[in-house]
């Protein structure tokens, strides 16, 4: 009896000390910068129909529409398309037709998607709002911290083989990737897109089941 006792007291202690050099790896700033560098992804983009801005409330400053006007005038895109929202009864979309016109774009290149009332924007409403208008390549510009879950609602295996989305990540001011566990607003934007990574698997196995 001691004898077994000391040896499964021995194994718990192994275990623990395991696990602590299991913590100890993942808590190092190589382990939490490579972490952090897997939300991004990035593929070749080439000259699409349009451009589409989706609406992330943490860019107060604007940067992935100034983006998108970079790959407008680089000629990656005929027109501009940006997730509507009303802030304070004004529009986005306006808004950012006046950021264009000051860039020395017409405000006619740049398009609001609204959502039905009611409903939410979400990808295959974006997807068939996209497909009735007759695009078949489609550049979405968004954070880096954002690429790859985008790269999963709009890449393979479920997107439209008639219709190309391109993900291009653009480098945000408020968005710190390799030091990402000490701010937080990075900490959080971590979570958040930890959080509907996990809600977009989900869905996917619910689904899966479903059809079965």
Known sequence: ?????RIGCGCLIFILIVCMVIIGIFMHPLTL??????????EKVVQADIIFVPRFIEDKNGELYTEAFREYWAGNGKM???????????????????????????????????????????PAKVKEKFAGMGYKKIIIVVPEYASRRFHLLYGSPQRDPKVVYMIKPVTVKYFKIDRWWKENTSRLIVA????????????RFKYGESKQ
């Not at 009896?1 to 006792?5: A, P, Y």
């Not at 501009?80 to 986005?92: A, G, N, P, T």
């Open 80 to 122: 501009i398309f940006v997730e509507e929202e009303k802030i304070f009864d004004v529009s986005l979309a306006e808004l950012i037709q006046k950021m264009a016109r000051g860039r020395g774009i017409k405000e006619a290149v740049v398009k609001a998607l609204d959502a039905e009332s009611g409903e939410v924007l979400s």
């Open 1 to 5: 009896m001691g004898q077994h006792g």
């Open 192 to 203: 958040k897109e930890l959080y509907n990574i996990g809600i977009y698997y989900l869905a």
């Open 33 to 42: 910068k490579m972490i952090g560098k897997q939300f991004r992804y990035e």
